[in-house]
């Protein structure tokens, strides 16, 4: 099996994820790195042991690269995607997919019109406890969801927000918690219940007033399907608590997912505190399967590198779907529809009012005012 020429685009924290899982990944020779500001890159190269660029046609003249991670901030995914998706670059894309509607279709119509395949990284759908839940609502032993819930209730103190000069910025970062933190649980959300039909959504900064962004949003939603939900995201609880996503069926079954625990994990300053596992389980007739899953999950998280793992694992799917001409089991689109869900209630505090989706594509980002 030819490997694939891999490489990375942004050169920080998440960029240095991709680049050990390229290195590792069977099916990949990582064959360079591409900076954000002039340097970067090269520097960067040295550590991972391959050259580094300032610009994806240096990569590509240089390098043949056919595949590359962007890894940059959010509000600059878009240009960056976009111009490898030209360069016929296949493209995976940190979470967030952009920090906003029109940018996200300016990605998904790149990758279209050069035939190139993308996905939007949200590396805990590859979480054994979360895909257990996946396939308890596929073999139908809920019956049909009709009650999904996410709590995510970490903590960022302003060591982290100084930690780089984009973070807690409309312009730097995009938003808040509902984009930087919340993607991962809004993703599972949507991956289990389907299509938003509506939604009311507030948010606001409770414990950093310092920051332009939110450090809390709520949401209540109904989808498509019928079902109910509602959302509570935040970085205001010391010490942090935990994420966690559930569904309830037609049937009265309940599962649940806790995807983090105790300190929240930052991507190249901590490793993951606690391994994730299913916290709720009530399918009759399985209800005794609580305490193995949780074993079994507790006991796969030790002999696992947790900080590189499911990003590997996405990674690898991506590596097979473009060599297999299907797609990724994680989507661009995929990645579109976390970033309208955040995007609505943004919009539904500034509007005043009950979103309904599709919602329209506007000019530009949302920026906080209004």
């Not at 509570?232 to 649940?256: D, T």
């Not at 997912?257 to 490793?271: K, N, P």
Request: with cysteine; hydrophobic share 40%.
């Amino acid at each position: 099996m030819a490997k694939l020429k891999t490489a990375v685009l942004g050169c920080g924290k998440v960029g240095a994820i991709h680049a050990a899982c390229f290195q590792r990944l069977p099916g990949s020779q990582f064959v360079g790195a591409v900076g954000t500001r002039p340097g970067r890159g090269a520097a960067f190269g040295k550590r991972f042991g391959v050259p580094g660029f300032d610009s994806l046609e240096e990569l590509v003249h240089h390098t043949g690269a056919q595949v590359v991670s962007i890894c940059s901030p959010h509000p600059a995914h878009a240009r960056h995607a976009v111009e490898a998706a030209r360069l016929g670059l296949h493209i995976a894309v940190e979470k967030p997919l952009a920090a906003s509607l029109k940018d996200c279709d300016a990605i998904i119509q790149a990758a279209r019109a050069a035939g190139v395949t993308g996905t939007t990284i949200s590396q805990r759908r590859f979480y054994r406890p979360a895909q257990r839940i996946k396939e308890a609502i596929l073999q139908g032993k809920l019956g049909q969801p009709v009650l999904g819930t996410v709590n995510m209730l970490g903590w960022r103190d302003m060591d982290y927000y100084r930690m780089d000069p984009w973070r807690g910025t409309w312009a730097g970062e995009g938003g808040g918690v509902l984009v930087n933190q919340a993607p991962h649980q809004l993703d599972l959300l949507l991956w289990y219940l389907g299509e938003v039909k509506e939604l009311y959504g507030f948010w606001d900064r409770l414990n950093h007033p310092q920051l332009e962004v939110e450090d809390t949003a709520i949401a209540i939603l109904r989808f498509r399907s019928g079902a109910l939900g509602n959302i509570v995201v935040s970085n205001a609880q010391h010490p942090a608590l935990f994420g966690k996503v559930r569904v309830h069926g037609y049937n009265g079954a309940s599962v649940g997912v806790q995807t983090d625990g105790g300190a929240m994990f930052i991507a190249g300053v901590s490793g993951i505190a606690q391994a994730p596992v299913n916290d709720l389980w009530t399918i009759q007739g399985e209800e005794d399967r609580l305490a193995d899953y949780q074993a079994q999950d507790r006991a796969h998280f030790e002999e696992v590198d947790s900080v590189h793992h499911y990003h590997q694992l996405q990674l690898q799917d991506f590596l097979d779907a473009i060599r297999e001409g299907r797609a990724p089991q994680i989507t661009l689109e995929d990645g579109r529809r976390t970033v309208e869900l955040f995007t609505a209630i943004y919009r539904s505090q500034r509007d005043r009012g009950l979103m309904t989706f599709p919602l329209q594509v506007e000019a530009e980002g949302f920026d906080g005012r209004g």
